[in-house]
Every structure is written in C-alpha cells, then in structure tokens.
C-alpha cells in the first residue's frame, strides 16, 4: 500500500533525474504529502523545492540531505532531516564535499580511458547539474555504448569493488551524526541491506546509538516483507524510529519504486515529527496548512 509519506527522494541537483520541481510535482501527485528532499552531499535544491512545494497547501516538506560515510569494506549513507540547511559553516563543509567529489569523479573518468571504455568529462558533466556522483559516470558508460544500462555499469565497472571504482574522501558516521546535529537535524541510518548482508549492522547500530542516530530505514524501495520484519526488529531494539522512503532517482532501473511507493506507515513518521517540534527543527520545514 502506497504511504503518504516519502523521506528520501533525490533531484538533479544531485543524481536525480528530475528537478526538485518536477519531483515535488510528481510526489504530490502520486499522493504524497510529507516529503523530504535528500540529495547526496548537497543542499542546492531545497529553495526551488520549497518554491514549488508552496503550491500545495497540504503538502509538508522536509529539508533533507543524504550524506555518505564509511565503515571498514561498507558504504553508510546517513539521512539528515529537518536541518538548518541555510548555515553557512554547514554549506562550507559541503562545498569541500563536493570539491573531493569532482576530484574523485575525474580519477573515476581517466580509469576508464585506461581500461579501455572511454568517456568525456564533458558528457559526464552534461549528466550533472550539482553534486557529481557515480551515476552521471554510468548515464555516460550507456552514452557512449559501451554498457546498456545504468544497472550493468555498476556491474562491470562502478560498483565498491569495479575496476573503475576510486574512493571518496572518508568521513566516520558519527562525525557525519554530528555534523547533521550541528545544524539542528534529525539523524537516519539509510537502506541497511549492504551492511546486515556483511553482518556488521548491529555493530553499526551499537556505534551509532552512542552517537545520536535518530531513525533508520525499514520501508525501504524494494525491500521484501521479510526484509521489512527483520529492519523493523533490528530498530526495535535499538530504539530507532523505523522510517523510509523510495529513494526515487527516476533513473528507470528495475528496483525503482515511485514517490510514496512504499509501505512506510504513519506512526513513526509523526513520532519523528514530535521529536523536531521537541527540538524546534520543526521549524527549518514547510508544515502543511491542513
Ligand atoms: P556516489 O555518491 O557517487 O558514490 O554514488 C552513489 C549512488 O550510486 C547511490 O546513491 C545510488 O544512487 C547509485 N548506485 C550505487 N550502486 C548502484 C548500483 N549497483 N546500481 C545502480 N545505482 C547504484
Ligand atoms: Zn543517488
Ligand atoms: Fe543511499
Ligand atoms: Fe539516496
């Protein structure tokens, strides 16, 4: 059953494929009405978000962001909610983010060439409008020819363990909790899968209790029914609101689900809601009127 709300969605100005309005749009659409904007390393979208979300008196917008942190053989990626995504300290240290960024996805370019499947910085910069990221590399990869979809890109050449892979600079999860508390934001643990598959989630989740985490996803894209109990058991236990979201990209691979195409219910949701009027994030988001 689809849920009204939907708290990790990606636009352009990251690796969307949509423009915050047009994901906005398209959110409410499908039945959306809380949503959260969450591009990777980036806050650029949220003034157009909001512009567009003004249209909808019933539709509350979360200003959001979606950080990448690592763990020994692991991507972590971290959802920050209800941030004060105008501070200046804050958009300073992602600007250096997105520098590292750029940096590591022209590394990720010249080993392409070496191996052989050669790709423009100029075409992956035609994919990109904000934070670079791997896929604007892989649209690209399809492109130029030599791979026939984003999803076979990763396969071959972009995934951790690819031969095209280079790192991004590393930051710890909980500086990435702090940083996101810093600017009055609610912390996440996004789509565990990886991590529980490795058998290092519960150590993650010991390590990122001590630091403040908030929440972390249960409903997540397409994770299964079974999934979803053991995510859900897992949060239980360690006292983190089971969240989610569909992680929309609009980049048309098969695990793709909709806006709101998720069976995130709405308790947890307003329980994450008490907890930033609590604190008065509350009040870095757009409530809807109704
Ligand atoms: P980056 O931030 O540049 O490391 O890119 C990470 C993003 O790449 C993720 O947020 C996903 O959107 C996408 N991604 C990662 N792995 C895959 C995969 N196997 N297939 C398709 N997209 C992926
Ligand atoms: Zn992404
Ligand atoms: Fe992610
Ligand atoms: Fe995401």
Same mark, same amino acid.
């Given at each position: ?9 990606? @636009? ?12 906005? %749009? ?27 979300? @003004? ?7 979360? +200003? ?22 105008? %501070? ?60 026939? @979809? ?51 989630? =519960?150590?993650?989740? =010991? ?34 609101? +089971? ?15 909709? +806006? ?6 709405? =308790? +947890? ?22």
């Amino acid at each position: 059953m689809p849920s009204i709300a939907d708290l990790h969605l990606h @636009s352009t100005i990251s690796d969307g494929r949509l423009t915050p309005t047009a994901l906005v %749009d398209l959110a409410y659409a499908k039945g959306v009405r809380i949503m959260s904007l969450t591009d990777h390393d980036i806050v650029d979208g949220l003034t157009e978000a909001f512009d567009a979300a @003004s249209k909808y008196d019933d539709l509350t917008l979360i +200003p959001g962001i979606e950080m990448s942190t690592d763990v020994p053989g692991n991507e972590v990626h971290i959802n920050g909610h209800f941030i004060d995504w105008r %501070d200046e300290t804050f958009q300073g240290k992602l600007r250096h983010l997105q520098d590292s960024r750029l940096g590591r996805a022209r590394k990720m370019v010249d080993r392409l060439v070496e191996l052989g499947k050669p790709i423009t910085w100029d075409a992956v910069q035609a994919f990109a409008d904000g934070a670079v990221g791997r896929p604007h590399i892989a649209l690209a990869l399809v492109d130029a020819g030599h791979v026939a @979809s984003v999803n076979e890109a990763f396969d071959l050449y972009l995934s951790r363990t690819g031969p095209a892979y280079v790192e991004r600079e590393r930051l710890d999860p909980e500086d990435v909790v702090s940083l996101i508390q810093s600017v009055g934001g609610l912390a996440t643990l996004n789509h565990p899968r990886e991590l529980y598959a490795a058998g290092s989630l =519960e150590a993650l989740l =010991e390590r990122l209790k001590a630091a403040g985490l908030t929440g972390m996803e249960v409903y997540y894209q397409d994770y299964t029914p079974d999934e979803i109990v053991t995510y859900k058991a897992l949060a239980d236990r360690f006292g983190f609101l +089971p969240l989610g979201g569909s992680d929309y990209h609009g980049l048309g691979n098969p695990q793709q689900r909709d +806006p709101g195409d998720i069976s995130l219910p709405i =308790e +947890p949701v307003n329980a994450y809601f008490d907890l930033a009027r609590k604190s008065g994030s509350i009040r870095h988001a757009r409530v809807a009127h109704s």
